[in-house]
T-cell receptor
């Protein structure tokens, strides 16, 4: 039972345009969400997070939106750059600081120059 | 500025062999965890620890043991390797808001 779902295995976006990565979750106990970026042969690196008390969090080119009623979050990257090509994982936890992160299956983003 | 260090980076085991994957962090984080990444499955939690002397099971703990004798180290032991344990293993240590991952260990069991 996949509690965190990323239904798009891959996404291609032109350089300079907006990339939108989506994530859905089923567990209503999740209240803290994170996005990680992963390059080949490296560990995931933290990108941005959002608590359920917010519906938007912004950090430079990266913005995460949370729709609690739809149990949906999205990551927007504007403008997209070639270095953004990577696999993106969303993750969720119940309680801020809870050790147990549940990850989605990942979306491979390719930025086309 | 090492962060989370995993050794080895690559390992090939025969079915039935045992081995220990090492993980060390120098950030004084209380929380540490082990994940495995398989194609189409994302990262799945194997075991985690909330401090020295305290460990607990994650989503896929069978076939693995852990211990946490110090804050810095969190080794993962494969008791009797099976082909189903072929995977990429990541260790992570967590501050309050985010987890920092090691570079991973690619394990093949033949």
């Amino acid at each position: 039972d996949q509690q965190v779902k990323q239904n798009s295995p891959s996404l291609s976006v032109q350089e300079g345009r907006i990339s939108i990565l989506n994530c859905d979750y089923t567990n209503s106990m999740f209240d803290y969400f994170l996005w990680y970026k992963k390059y080949p042969a490296e560990g995931p690196t933290f990108l941005i997070s959002i608590s359920s008390i917010k519906d938007k969090n912004e950090d430079g080119r990266f913005t995460v939106f949370l729709n609690k009623s739809a149990k949906h979050l999205s990551l927007h990257i504007v403008p997209s750059q070639p270095g953004d090509s990577a696999v993106y994982f969303c993750a969720a936890s119940a309680d801020f600081g809870n050790e147990k992160l549940t990850f989605g299956t990942g979306t491979r983003l390719t930025i086309i120059p | 500025n090492a962060g989370v260090t995993q050794t080895p980076k690559f390992q090939v085991l025969k079915t039935g062999q045992s081995m220990t994957l090492q993980c060390a962090q120098d950030m004084n984080h209380e929380y540490m965890s082990w994940y495995r990444q398989d194609p189409g499955m994302g990262l799945r939690l194997i075991h985690y620890s909330v401090g020295a002397g305290i460990t607990d099971q994650g989503e896929v703990p069978n076939g693995y043991n852990v211990s946490r004798s110090t804050t810095e180290d969190f080794p993962l032991r494969l008791l009797s390797a099976a082909p189903s344990q072929t995977s990429v293993y990541f260790c992570a240590s967590r501050a309050l808001t985010e987890a920092f991952f090691g570079q991973g260990t690619r394990l093949t069991v033949v």
